[in-house]
């Protein structure tokens, strides 16, 4: 990173009608004087919020570090119109947009550590012009040149990542295939090396059907896609074990066996980790050139404007992205 020493974290505004710009505030409160970031926002949007915390505009990224211990800094960008916490107006849109594509350039230019965003709507990218990409995950690997990104989930406790993303349940089969599944897996096992430090990660790969296929009578997938792929692996040395009825890969003691799980469709990975640690749980993609997290919740417009929302997914979401730079720097 070309300026400051210890991480930088460029914090988008996500949706300014949800929490996070709240969340930001409290993300700073708790993480002052450790984890630095700044925040990507439209000035006008943060007036209401300089009560809460003391708020310093910045003109580039490197000025971050001097500020932040007494206020949290912000870097402007403008959205179209104002903005009514809890009233959703897509005419801002376009500034959620840009300020995704700021961060994501800073980082690409060495400027910051990570990018870290806050939640938006779904239909932030079609009200901007932009409605091929179907969110974060798609719009960030696009601007990244990435083909084939992967989304992971991770909490203290658990790690876990889907083959498919956000498909209805009926174009699932169709879509895990062994070159996805193989793909997956492998950026996997690089991710827990280079991001998390796992010099001998330990993969669970999760069955599509119920009861893993119980031996093709439930389903063809185990034995024709999934097996073979992890064959392939164990082949080549690595610790991917599988594939497993999903049903039981999630309990305490099964998850004391290995680092990360590997699902077939979205709610078969993401159900376990949010059941077991709501709050702080993480978004990271993988296969990147960038770091890039995201608290793992929604804009939460029925709760912005009343600070009912905790905070504690953001700074996960900012502290990890810090880890992740640590680790990947010692790997350089």
């Known amino acids: 990173m070309s300026e400051g020493i210890n991480p930088l974290i460029a914090l988008t505004s996500g949706e300014p009608a949800g929490v996070g710009l709240e969340l930001a ?3 700073w409160q708790k993480l002052r004087g450790k984890q630095a970031f700044f925040l990507i926002a439209d000035r006008k949007h943060l007036r209401d919020l300089e009560k809460n915390c003391p708020l310093v505009e ?4 490197g000025e971050c570090h001097d500020l932040f211990k007494q206020s949290l800094p912000f870097l402007h960008v403008d959205f179209p119109t104002n903005n009514s916490p809890g009233t959703y107006n897509p005419q801002n849109a376009r500034g959620v947009v ?13 400027k910051v550590s990570a990018v870290c965003t806050n939640p938006i709507t779904k239909d932030a990218f079609g009200h901007a012009g932009k409605g091929e990409y179907s969110g974060h995950t798609e719009y960030i690997s696009h601007l990244c040149k990435v083909n084939f990104p992967v989304m992971m989930l991770a909490g203290e406790k658990l790690k876990v990542v889907p083959v ?12 895990v295939t062994y070159h996805k599944v193989k793909k997956t897996i492998a950026l996997c096992l690089s991710a827990l090396r280079k991001d998390f430090g796992l010099l001998h990660p330990r993969i669970v790969v999760a069955g599509m059907n119920p009861h893993a296929g119980e031996g093709g009578l439930l389903g063809a997938e185990e034995m024709e896609i999934i097996d073979p792929v992890i064959k392939e692996f164990k082949s080549k040395g690595e610790n991917v074990q599988g594939p497993f009825s999903a049903d039981t890969m999630f309990h305490d ?3 004391e066996t290995y680092d990360l799980a590997v699902a077939m469709f979205h ?22 050139p960038i770091i890039r997290t995201s608290p793992d919740h929604g804009t939460a417009l029925d709760k912005a404007g009343k600070w009912l929302a905790k905070p504690d997914s953001l700074i996960e979401a900012i502290v990890l992205a810090g880890k992740i730079h640590k680790f990947r720097s010692k790997n350089v």
């Open 25 to 27: 505030i409290g993300a």
């Open 58 to 61: 910045i003109q580039r990224p």
């Open 98 to 110: 840009a300020a995704i594509e700021v961060a994501v350039k800073f980082a690409l230019e060495g």
């Open 164 to 175: 498919t993303r956000h498909l209805p349940l009926r174009l699932v089969p169709q879509n």
């Open 253 to 255: 003691d099964f998850r």
């Open 267 to 288: 709610d078969q990975a993401l159900i376990p980790i949010k059941t077991i640690d709501f709050y702080k749980s993480v978004n990271v993609t993988l296969g990147l």
